[in-house]
């Protein structure tokens, strides 16, 4: 039996002490606010945020931060934005080599960093993983079976991780793509934001599935840019978690987008919601993680100006138009690239090898016959070494997009 303690007493942090303690463990549920510890600890339950679900004597529920000190393992479910916060906060109960777990997702705003990286460098004497995949906390709690993914950039520390959570009815992968798997998580909550908003207006299934569908490649792009491998994408924290936050009723993403597509202001929906809606925290550091890696991603740029920039929801240019990227983002950022060193070493000049060097800066991501054609217009406007070969590239170009 492991001590564990979880910083955090919302559904998901309450989810996971019930699970937790039915495997075995002496568990500390932490919480903020001292009157909602000891409503818990009396009441058994979490009748705020997850009401129905009983925790069981063996889960001691305080205000104390000292009481998390010399735990085996410490969880970190707060909301994404409380993060470093939080990690400051307990900094002088947390052990040398101690594994956290962060539970949370989302990307630092202004900073721009991934949660794991905020943990690092506030408690760098620490071991860090995050646990992420299709879990709802309402179903968690009730012991429904669920699969999960525990990553972190050492091995070990995924499995010493997997060992604490795995159950019959909680399965836990793990992964070293710490980047991957963070990046999935904290993007298809934007993607959550739009299929709600599809609903909320009154679209049908096939706009949902086109939103899912490019969704995933909007969020693989960004998060291969960044450093993740692309299988990730395909996996538990990749689309599985899209696939369950776009369509469930559970889903707060989703349930907020709903409301915004039926007019509700950003304010109104996040008073109706009650709970942490993590694709508003997240949505401006995913748009500007997009400009700086210049990764082209139509639904994020919409969202965001939805939430804040006041574009009608009801427009849905997000699923009516392509969105070519102006001479600023995308195209200008492979141009420099192209003319840097990454074409170092490209046959016939900076273009003769275009369509390998595409391949190359998009991460073997192959472009569409729309982005082809994106790049084409693009390319007339151009003047400058290297333009003259454009002629010659149109032939490796074709495989894209036949006819264009």
């Keep these: 039996m492991s001590k564990i303690s979880i910083i955090g007493s919302g559904s998901w942090g309450t989810a996971l002490s019930v699970l937790l303690s039915d495997n075995g463990h002496e568990v500390v549920l932490w919480s903020r606010i001292k009157e909602k ?47 470093r916060e939080t990690a400051k906060r307990f900094l002088n109960y947390f052990s040398e080599n101690q594994i956290i777990v962060n539970v949370a997702k989302g990307i630092e ?48 520390v995924a499995e010493a991780v997997q060992k604490i959570f795995m159950s019959p009815v909680f399965r836990v992968y793990t992964n070293t793509d710490i980047i991957g798997v963070e990046v999935g998580g904290a993007l298809k909550n934007l993607i959550a934001l739009a299929a709600g908003i599809s609903d909320g207006v009154g679209f049908g299934d096939n706009s949902k599935a086109a939103l899912m569908t490019r969704g995933i490649v909007e969020i693989s792009r960004l998060g291969v840019a960044m450093g993740g491998k692309a299988e990730t994408f395909s996996g538990l924290s ?49 748009y500007d993680l997009s400009v700086k890696y210049n990764v082209n991603m139509p639904i994020t740029k919409e969202i965001y100006d939805v939430l804040f920039f006041g574009q009608d929801p009801g427009d849905g240019a997000y699923l009516r138009q392509r969105y070519v990227p102006d001479a600023g983002h995308d195209l200008q950022g492979l141009w420099r690239r192209l003319q840097g060193d990454d074409a170092q070493g490209l046959p016939g000049g900076v273009f003769g090898g275009y369509a390998q060097s595409l391949r190359l800066q998009l991460c073997d991501q192959p472009l569409s016959p729309a982005d082809v054609l994106s790049v084409r217009i693009w390319l007339c406007g151009l003047s400058g070494p290297g333009c003259d070969s454009y002629a010659a590239s149109r032939g490796g170009l074709s495989q894209y997009g036949a006819g264009l």
């Design 37 to 83: 510890a000891e409503k818990i600890a009396r009441d058994r339950e979490n009748r705020e945020y997850l009401p129905g679900i009983i925790l069981s004597d063996n889960i001691r529920v305080t205000y104390t931060d000292s009481d998390i000190e010399n735990s085996d393992l410490v969880i970190l479910s707060v909301p994404s934005k409380a993060v």
């Design 109 to 156: 705003e202004g900073s721009l960093l991934r949660l794991s990286q905020i943990i690092k460098e506030v408690v760098p004497f620490c071991r860090v993983a995050v646990l992420s995949g299709p879990s709802h906390a309402e179903e968690v709690g009730k012991g429904m079976v669920t699969a999960c993914v525990a990553a972190s950039e050492s091995i070990e």
């Design 238 to 286: 990749g689309i599985g978690d899209l696939i369950v936050t776009c369509t469930s009723r559970h889903s707060r993403n989703r349930m907020a987008g709903v409301l915004l597509g039926k007019g509700k202001s950003l304010e109104e929906t996040l008073k109706e919601v009650h709970m942490v809606v993590e694709g508003v925290n997240t949505a401006k550091a995913a």
